[in-house]
């Protein structure tokens, strides 16, 4: 399919370990976003790249939260020592145009930390 | 103050009916606003886009804009038991950043 994809879907990781979250867009779309949703919340703003640049970086709630998109394609997002507190969805969406104003979105990666 | 505020429902309609959402938001700078759907267990889906103050009709969704009012409606006419989901609004601003912030959504049951 030519939709976003994201893997794992689901990862479960011990509290400490480092997790890589990996993203694949829609083939030439220019905006890259990743999410994190926690149950019964939306989405929320994590960082944002166009193309392979990291425009906006103000939703990462901590300095263990890393985000790459070194190619201007593919994504990971790296969690390290990750806390209980990082359980969440995931989400990755990308966007034709700059700015990405009408996105598209991945079906997730669901983390449980333990 | 949330930035995106929605009633979180559960929002109750019978089937044939119309569903009528509300969003408000606080950026007066903002530029676009979204509606997506999203089934349980699933990730959001663009339904409507709207960037200009008046009404956007697609088939039986119609989004409304107020900038004045800092006020989004999403109307679903004939409501169908597979409209029932969460219905997120989303707001998205260039002045400062690049961040699409999301209300917590409004759950729709439409009864057969």
């Known amino acids: 399919g030519a939709g976003v994809s994201q893997s794992p879907r689901y990862k479960v990781a011990k509290r400490g370990q480092d997790v890589a979250l990996r993203c694949d867009p829609i083939?030439?779309?220019?905006?890259l976003f990743w999410y994190q949703q926690a149950l019964g919340q939306g989405p929320e703003f994590l960082t944002y790249?166009?193309?392979?640049?990291?425009?906006?970086k103000s939703g990462l709630p901590s300095d263990r939260f890393f985000a790459e998109r070194p190619e201007g394609s593919v994504s990971t997002l790296k969690i390290q020592r990750t806390q209980q507190e990082d359980s969440a969805v995931y989400l990755c969406?990308?966007?034709?145009?700059?700015?990405?104003?009408?996105?598209?979105f991945g079906p997730g990666t669901r983390l449980t930390v333990l | 103050q949330k930035e995106v505020e929605q009633n979180s429902g559960p929002l109750s309609v019978p089937e044939g009916a119309i569903a009528s959402l509300n969003c408000t938001y606080s950026?007066?700078?903002?530029?676009?606003f979204f509606w997506y759907r999203q089934y349980s267990g699933k990730s959001p889906e663009l339904i409507m886009s709207i960037y200009s103050n008046g009404d956007k009709e697609d088939g039986r969704f119609t989004a409304q804009l107020n900038k004045a009012s800092q006020y989004v409606s999403l109307l679903i006419r004939d409501s169908q038991p597979s409209d029932s989901a969460t219905y997120l609004c989303a707001v998205s601003s260039h002045t400062g950043g690049f961040k699409t912030i999301f209300g917590a959504g409004t759950r729709l049951f439409v009864k057969a």
């Open positions: 969406a990308s966007s034709l145009f700059a700015g990405g104003d009408e996105q598209f």
């Open positions: 950026d007066r700078g903002s530029q676009s």
């Open positions: 790249f166009q193309n392979e640049a990291q425009l906006d």
């Open positions: 083939s030439g779309h220019v905006s």
